[in-house]
């Protein structure tokens, strides 16, 4: 949930133009050997606090985390830091406990059924609101607020709308006849609701890619199709589908890492339960290392590890694409 | 379908989709007698604002420790992330590429596990429950975004504007700082305000590592009325309103700002 739209456009075109060597050998009253040392060292004069910022606050981290999944730990030891190593053994607790395996259904079922919603969703918001219409702009901009509001803010408001007794969603099932639904507290339902609210928060990311995506489509191509009487719904899918197909991309791969990430919106919805039955990988992570008074910090950071593992195939994949398109 | 009814259905879609703001609106106004109402209100029709004074009783010190780690954020991602920039898009540093890679795989890494190296090394730093630790931790969201950014941004300025600072004998530093940041300042706006924004929603780091302390953020005064199984929603929602005005100024802002057509005046002139 942390990006913004603008990142695959900008990506895109993140590559600077042609190389700009004439800068140093202009600058007049400097020899040619400070000039080579300047064209060396000078860049990496402006990067070094961002290099020493990812070592200190991204690499080691993600160290200390690994190192955590690879040791038995005590709330003691873990206070002294003198825990003794106990290898793989974590990932064997991990794997062999009973909540391995519905986490890990949970995990894919929260990711894909949210994204195909999205994705389904957000294209076809998008082809509607390319046809430019009055007032199409604003409302677009309006469209992006649920994206934009902070996740407990949306969370929190899904709750009380999901409220079994008082909720605005069993109220509205109730007028046509439908009988209420305990959203949140059901094991049948915990899931569905989380996903529900996650598709909310989701639609405008997916709306806005596509719809800055669509923008390139030339309005030739249309007239053209158009010329030999071919319908909107021929349009679509032997057209507008076609060449969008590596902007989707992209959009479904992003979408594929947020969601695997997504922990806010569970944990304050119903915290993986009831009885674990929307509990992922994210939030079950967070269960074992913070989520009671003994905390087990090595299953915990064991979890989360493999959680790095799914996003960074997924991280992977789409380093791929966009290469691909940028090329 | 003429342009009118799709301007109808599209007004009809963004109701649909803005719904569970509006309700959160309604619940923030609505009376606690009314809170449990079946059917419940549409419209707060005995609206109160004991909600909202709630808020002002109790949540106001967490509005301000939002405020100042959000405030932290921006400086500490704009220090980083503007020179990062700079070099990225203009100075072609050699290894440059592999940073720029690293900088993506950065920002898929889910923020829970961060979390929990940040706690292990917080609990011996002793930065802990801290504002200035939480600043950090919330950099992180930002910084990769910010340097891709600039990047982009500033692989858009013209080489003829920065050849001319060197030929009037500027050097790289003043380059940057009084031509290229000058230029620049639409990608600082836009990362600035994402870096606040980010910042200000953060519940990850901020239940991990300030589950604590006296000076905790506002999504954690949301998280605790919750989680006190405290009945009064017309407060929570109200809590909940005042910390989406952030998002909303975002929203009207980075209309203005993230258009990026400034740089070919700057060139003209």
């Known amino acids: ?327 | 379908m003429t342009r009118s009814w799709k301007t109808v259905l599209g007004l009809l879609f963004t109701a649909i989709m803005l719904f569970p703001v509006y309700w959160m609106l309604n619940v923030s106004f609505t009376r606690d007698s009314d809170m449990r109402a079946d059917p419940p209100h549409v419209f707060p029709f005995h609206g109160t604002l004991e909600g909202y004074r709630a808020v002002l009783d109790q949540q106001l010190p967490y509005l301000g420790t939002s405020l100042l780690i959000g405030l932290g954020t921006v400086v500490l991602t704009l220090v980083l992330s503007a020179p990062a920039g700079y070099a990225l898009a203009k100075l072609r540093p050699r290894g440059g590429g592999v940073l720029g890679f690293v900088l993506l795989v950065a920002q898929m890494i889910p923020g829970i596990i961060m979390a929990m190296g940040f706690y292990a090394i917080y609990l011996r730093a002793g930065l802990l429950n801290t504002v200035p630790g939480l600043i950090l931790a919330d950099s992180t969201i930002a910084v990769p975004f910010g340097v891709l950014i600039f990047t982009a941004f500033m692989a858009g300025i013209p080489d003829e504007l920065l050849h001319a600072a060197l030929i009037d004998g500027a050097t790289r530093w003043r380059t940057f700082v009084s031509v290229v940041l000058p230029v620049s300042r639409n990608a600082v706006v836009t990362v600035s305000l994402f870096a606040f924004l980010w910042a200000w929603s953060d519940f990850v780091f901020a239940t991990t590592l300030d589950g604590g302390g006296g000076l905790r953020p506002i999504t954690l005064g949301i998280y605790q009325y919750i989680g006190n199984n405290n009945q009064q929603w017309n407060a929570i929602m109200a809590t909940a309103v005042i910390a989406s005005i952030p998002a909303t100024l975002l929203l009207i802002l980075a209309q203005r700002y993230v258009a990026a057509g400034v740089i070919a005046g700057a060139v003209k002139d």
């Open chain 1, 1 to 327: 949930m942390t990006a913004v739209p603008e990142i695959p456009e900008h990506t895109a075109r993140s590559r600077p133009p042609a190389p700009s060597r004439a800068v140093t050998t202009a600058a007049p009253g400097r020899s040619t050997r400070t000039s080579r040392w300047q064209t060396r060292t000078a860049p990496w004069a402006f990067l070094a606090p961002v290099v020493i910022y990812l070592l200190a606050f991204y690499a080691y981290p993600l160290y200390r985390n690994l190192d955590l999944s690879l040791r038995h730990y005590t709330v003691r030891s873990f206070v002294r830091g003198d825990a003794p190593f106990s290898g793989l053994d974590n990932y064997r607790t991990v794997t062999g406990d009973p909540t391995f395996v519905p986490a890990l259904l949970h995990t894919l079922v929260f990711t894909f059924a949210s994204i195909a919603v999205q994705f389904a969703l957000g294209m076809a918001l998008a082809v509607f609101f390319a046809q430019n219409f009055r007032l199409s702009a604003t409302l677009r901009a309006l469209f992006l607020v649920p994206w934009l509001l902070p996740l407990i803010v949306s969370a929190s408001t899904w709750s009380w709308m999901l409220n079994s007794d008082s909720g605005i969603v069993n109220a509205a099932l109730g007028l046509v006849g439908a009988g209420p639904v305990n959203w949140l507290t059901s094991p049948d339902w915990a899931l569905v609701s989380v996903i529900i609210a996650n598709i909310w928060i989701g639609v405008p990311f997916n709306l806005v890619v596509l719809y800055s995506g669509l923008q390139t489509i030339p309005a030739q191509v249309y007239e053209a199709a158009a010329l030999d009487g071919a319908t909107g719904v021929q349009r679509f899918w032997r057209i507008t589908f076609p060449l969008l197909k590596p902007v989707s991309a992209i959009t479904l791969l992003l979408g594929l890492v947020y969601t695997l990430k997504v922990f806010d919106l569970i944990w304050i919805m119903t915290k993986g339960g009831p009885a674990n039955a929307s509990t992922t990988f994210a939030t079950w992570s967070y269960q074992f290392s913070f989520g009671s008074l003994l905390p087990e910090f090595g299953p915990g950071a064991a979890v989360g590890n493999l959680l790095i593992v799914m996003a960074l195939i997924a991280g992977l994949f789409y380093i791929r694409i966009q290469r691909r398109s940028v090329s």
